[in-house]
């Protein structure tokens, strides 16, 4: 996309989707914005990409409009479109939980997309801040934006740190793939629960429990809880997984390799490193049968 010398969308009032497809282009390409409609000339120009507008979906021509699809199509929006064209949409509607929404908003719009999410139509306004208000407003205001604008700016942030978001989590998802195990435990009269084990290693991550309830999610995996690499130190985090109550740390209150069990259960801090030491504290949480009846 570095060919693109120019980000063209539609005037008027300004909406999430081509906001969005839009600084993901800037964050690519450093290209102002304009917001006018298109000439025949710039649709078949691809070093202009027209976002939002123009009746045509032609990614080779980076051309980003889905207002020309039949009622019936799959909801997708100009985000959508982009985001494809990178080879990020998959990943992006995976890690990314407003993104189908936003496009069922913008393809179908709220009172469609109410009765899809199974909330009122009330509900979605309720989600709008002045983040929203403040952007789309002063985005819909201008005629031109580039590097020496505020609104640009910031556009190139969010477009930043969204492909940062997507691609890091992709290469994180499939590094807790390589070196994750799952380990079972289980009590007379209660179901065997599963724990995700993330050992430590070199070169050691900054966010070691960063991805984990995404991998969950990504695989199907029934997950009771975690232990991962603790960052402030040499051991590891304990942790429910949604609340699970199968474990509760505060069990191991007072344990010579406990350094934190936090009073409510859900979490404790060990300086244990070793797989052996660190079963064994599972197993001292493990709830018992009568107290998960």
Wanted: charged residues 25%.
């Amino acid at each position: 996309m570095q060919k693109i010398h120019t980000i063209l969308t539609h005037p008027g009032g300004a909406h999430k989707d081509e906001f969005l497809a839009c600084c993901v282009l800037v964050a690519l390409t450093q290209a102002p914005i304009i917001r006018r409609e298109p000439t025949a000339e710039e649709l078949a120009d691809p070093g202009i990409a027209v976002v939002d507008v123009g009746h045509e979906h032609t990614p080779g021509l980076h051309n980003f409009d889905h207002h020309q699809f039949p009622a019936d199509h799959p909801p997708v929006c100009s985000l959508s479109l982009v985001l494809e064209h990178l080879g990020l949409r998959e990943d992006a509607r995976v890690f990314c939980d407003w993104l189908e929404a936003a496009e069922w908003f913008d393809s179908r719009g709220p009172h469609e997309t109410a009765k899809w999410l199974g909330v009122s139509r009330e509900t979605l306004d309720r989600l709008i801040s002045p983040v929203d208000i403040t952007l789309l407003r002063r985005f819909a205001q201008g005629a031109r934006f580039d590097a020496a604008d505020a609104i640009w700016q910031v556009m190139r942030m969010v477009g930043e740190d969204l492909l940062e978001y997507v691609r890091s989590l992709r290469e994180r998802l499939d590094f807790i793939g390589r070196h994750a195990e799952v380990w079972e435990f289980s009590v007379e009269g209660a179901e065997t629960l599963r724990v995700l084990y993330l050992p430590r290693t070199t070169p050691r991550v900054d966010e070691p429990s960063f991805g984990l309830d995404r991998y969950i999610q990504a695989q199907g995996l029934e997950i009771a809880a975690l232990v991962y690499p603790d960052r402030r130190g040499t051991g590891y985090g304990l942790s429910r997984h949604n609340d699970h109550r199968g474990f509760d740390f505060t069990r191991l209150i007072g344990h010579d390799l406990v350094h934190f069990a936090h009073s409510r259960g859900f979490v404790a801090k060990t300086s244990a490193t070793t797989a052996d030491d660190l079963k064994l504290l599972l197993s001292l949480a493990r709830a018992s049968s009568e107290s998960l009846a």
